[in-house]
């Protein structure tokens, strides 16, 4: 069972847990397709820049990935990225909110 204090914060003890905390963190619009922009760049640019042994470009579209995501967060949420308190779930729910978003087809 997830615990939630006023502050709205959560210490899920599984990824399902997490992820009900994550989309209620990240429930603008605008923020969400930030974070689907940021993840198709960071992931289609490390890709390339794998492929071509470039650790510069991998590196760099990673970061602008990332980049992207904080600033909805920061910019249209007005929230602490979720990534600093738990990576690991933040990346798993990020791409399940993404691949959700494709999905349904609600962008």
Known sequence: MPIINASFEIQASNHREYHVYYLAKHGDQWCRRLHLIGTVVGVS????????????????????GIGLAV??????????????????????SNFKMCYDMVKSKKL
């Open 45 to 64: 640019g490390a890709i390339v820049g794998l492929v071509r042994r470039d650790p510069v470009l991998a590196g760099g579209a990673a970061a602008a």
């Open 71 to 92: 600033a909805g967060d920061v910019g249209l949420q007005h929230i602490t990225p979720t990534e600093v308190r738990n990576p690991i779930y933040s990346v798993m």
